[in-house]
Every structure is written in structure tokens, then in C-alpha cells.
């Protein structure tokens, strides 16, 4: 098989790569391990920045965005049982949608079908071959068969896991670390929302978040040791537990309910640079990983399927490579900027290890600050809704 483009890796980041390429006249197959059944099974963040809403549009696939994606024009910070609201909207002019990735991923999945895309599922045993050279190409096995594809470039959009990334030699990749020493058990349940926009909580007892998919699903967090067995949080202490750590009036209105899912995952920063070689990009997860305060993780996936599919676009249309030669440097600004700013929220929201009254005094002065400074205000608004790409 030949194609110019062949992208590893069938989430939300590998399909709008793919689908905003087929739109500009560029061959694309992309490959995926797991059946469309499961990557359409995962249940994952969804608060998109207004950079990620219009590649939606621009990609024809934003009209259910639209439709049943709910505007946030603002958050909650909470602290010591007050809370007070940030408004995007009067600081930046611009909004965040929460729109499940899993709503995003069936969108592109519907698009790709209505176009012919290529998305060959169950590709076990992916491997790169000749990145470095003019001539590259990926081999694959479905049901015991290999095959191969010849291609001009090659878009590792297959995660933190994925061949990608491990295909870039030891002496020329870079990687950068920060793990945090606590993780996030979260719950999710066929509840309303206890508020229409997010909730972030500091508090003694350990962070904590309200956050929704929809009017009747609702996502909750609270911080826990990252080896907590997960059988000792019953759904009644997991509830018990949130209400001591969000304001009053929250915990006195909140709808609990059974979980639909309860798991503890841990927060780290990571980014592998650079982000390309020879004729091979990363994108997303196989590039970047940010703690999920703040939800920049999606986002930045969607920063790098832009810059890249500009850049490709250039190449083929234009007969210019000035977007691909630049593209590692330019997502990687954007990247280190979202680090910096998932770092700050999270050491500023979260209780550490060790921390001492001095350490607590400082996040208090901090969120003080946050609470009765616009100029505080509208940094932490700019980059929640998005820094421009």
C-alpha cells in the first residue's frame, strides 16, 4: 500500500490529523491497535480550549459540538470553604466547551466514513522503518499477516506507549520529567452536576474537583496517595470525602450516586524533544504528557495536529518546507508554556508530602492574590482558554 501520510495511532489527535489532510487533497491511512468498539469505549477529558472548537470547524466536523457542548464562560477556585468565580469571558473574550473526547472521537470517526478514509483497525506489531531516509515506510499484521506501507511521512499520533517515540534514537531524544507524589481518584456518575462550570479545591485534607461531561454525568476528583488501593474508597467514602473538601454550599447540594467509573491515576509532566525526526512527527501523548489540572493534555494534541497539518499542507500545496523544518521548535513553545502552566496550578492546588505551615501560607497568599487581582486573573483565564496557536 502507498499513501503520503501514514499516522499511527486512531484517537481524537491521529483522526483530525487525518481528516483535516483528506480536506486538503492529502492521502492519509492511519492505524490503530485497538478495535473502533474500544477507542470509542474510553471515557476521557473533554474541556476544549477555543483553539481545539475551531480546528472542530474547520474540519467540518463541529455542527454536534455545537449543538450539545456546554459553554464554560468562567471556573471556581476554591479555598478554606470560600470560592470565587474567574470569568473568562470579561478577561479574554473567549470561552471553553466541555464536549466529551469520546463525543469528539465518534465525530471524526463519522467524517472519516463519510469521506472513505482509511482506518485499519487491530494493526498489531507496528513498526517504523527508514524514518531518517527520503523513503520510509511502516509495517503492520492483522491476523498473522504483515503488510507494509510506503509513504512520504510518517505522523506517530499513538500515545505515551505507542512505537513511536521509542523509534527516535537514544542519542537524539531528549526527554524531560517531573512526577508528582500523589495521584487522582475519580468518579464518574450518572448525576447532574453539582455546578454548571468546574470547581478546583484546595484544601488541607488534599485537592479536589467538580467537574461534569453532561446535565446528567458528572466527573468528581479528589487527591489521594497514587498506591491507594482502590478498594478502600466505597463509593460512600469517596462521597464522605468530597463533601469535607469543596465549599458548604456545594457539598450541601451535590446529587450522589453509584459510580460508573472509579480509578486512581497519577500526575507527571513529561515532553520528549524533539518532536521530529527525519520524516517522522510525534504528536500529542507520544510527545507530551501534563498532570490534568487545567486540561491541557487534549488540547495540546490539537495545537500539534495544527502546526503539523499546516505545515504538511505547505509542503504539498505550496512546494514549501519552511512549516515542516519549524514544526518541532513551534509546538514545543506552545508545549513548555502549557507545562509551566499545569505545574504552577497544580503545586498551587494540591497538598504535598512534607509540606509545612510555610508552604501552606504561600499557596494561601497565592490564591488570596488570585481571588482580588484581575491582572492574576487574567493570566491563569488566557492560558485556561487557551494560548493562541
Given at each position: ?35 473502533r ?16 472548537q ?18 464554560h ?40 466514513d ?5 482506518v ?5 506489531d ?8 527520503a ?12 503488510h ?16 513511536s ?11 524531560y ?41 458528572s ?43 472509579k ?8 515532553v ?28 495540546l ?7 503539523l ?8 500545496n ?5 512549516g ?22 497544580t503545586?498551587t ?22 481571588s ?18
Amino acid at each position: 500500500m502507498r499513501t503520503q501520510v501514514c499516522i499511527i495511532g486512531g484517537g481524537p489527535s491521529g483522526l483530525l490529523l487525518s481528516q483535516i489532510l483528506h480536506r486538503a487533497g492529502i492521502d492519509t491511512v492511519v492505524l490503530e491497535r485497538q478495535t473502533r468498539d474500544y477507542v470509542l469505549g474510553r471515557i476521557r477529558a473533554g474541556v476544549l480550549e477555543q483553539g481545539f472548537q475551531n480546528l472542530m470547524r474547520g474540519a467540518g466536523v463541529g455542527d454536534r459540538m455545537d449543538a450539545e457542548g456546554f459553554v464554560h464562560s468562567g471556573t471556581y477556585i476554591a479555598s478554606r470553604n470560600k470560592s470565587f468565580r474567574i470569568d473568562f469571558h470579561e478577561l479574554t473574550g473567549k470561552d471553553v466547551m466541555v464536549y466529551g473526547q469520546t463525543e469528539v472521537t465518534h465525530d471524526l470517526y463519522v467524517a472519516r466514513d463519510a469521506m472513505g478514509g482509511v482506518v485499519i483497525h487491530n494493526a498489531g506489531d507496528v513498526k517504523i522503518h527508514d524514518a531518517d531516509s527520503a523513503a520510509p515506510h511502516v509495517t503492520y499484521s492483522v491476523d498473522g499477516t504483515e503488510h507494509r506501507i510506503d509513504c512520504d511521512w510518517i505522523a506517530g499520533c499513538d500515545g505515551f506507549h505507542g512505537v513511536s517515540r521509542k523509534t527516535i534514537p537514544a542519542t537524539v531524544l531528549r526527554e524531560y520529567e517531573k512526577v508528582y507524589p500523589f495521584g487522582w481518584l475519580g468518579v464518574l456518575s450518572r448525576t447532574p452536576p453539582v455546578s454548571h462550570e468546574l470547581i478546583y479545591a484546595n484544601h488541607e485534607r488534599g485537592f479536589a474537583l467538580c467537574s461534569m461531561r453532561n446535565a446528567n454525568l458528572s466527573r468528581y476528583y479528589i487527591q489521594t496517595p497514587v498506591d491507594d488501593p482502590i478498594e478502600k474508597w466505597s463509593d460512600a467514602a469517596f462521597w464522605d470525602e468530597l463533601r469535607r473538601r469543596i465549599p458548604a454550599e456545594a457539598a450541601e447540594t451535590i446529587v450522589t450516586g453509584d459510580s460508573v467509573e472509579k480509578s486512581i491515576a497519577p500526575l507527571r509532566s513529561y515532553v520528549a524533544e524533539p518532536m521530529r525526526w527525519g520524516r517522522l512527527f510525534l504528536v500529542g501523548d507520544a510527545a507530551h504528557i501534563v498532570p490534568p489540572t487545567g486540561a491541557k493534555g487534549l488540547n495540546l494534541a490539537a495545537s500539534d495536529v495544527h502546526y503539523l497539518s499546516h505545515s504538511l499542507i505547505a509542503h504539498y500545496n505550496d512546494k514549501t518546507d519552511e512549516g515542516v523544518d519549524t514544526y518541532s521548535a513551534r509546538a514545543l513553545d506552545r508545549v513548555w508554556k502549557a507545562m509551566r502552566f499545569s505545574w504552577w496550578f497544580t503545586t498551587t492546588m494540591h497538598r504535598f508530602p512534607g509540606q509545612t505551615d510555610y508552604d501552606q501560607k504561600m499557596q494561601d497568599s497565592e490564591i488570596s492574590y488570585l481571588s482580588l487581582s484581575r491582572a492574576a486573573q487574567m493570566v491563569l483565564a488566557e492560558q485556561y482558554v487557551g494560548l493562541p496557536y
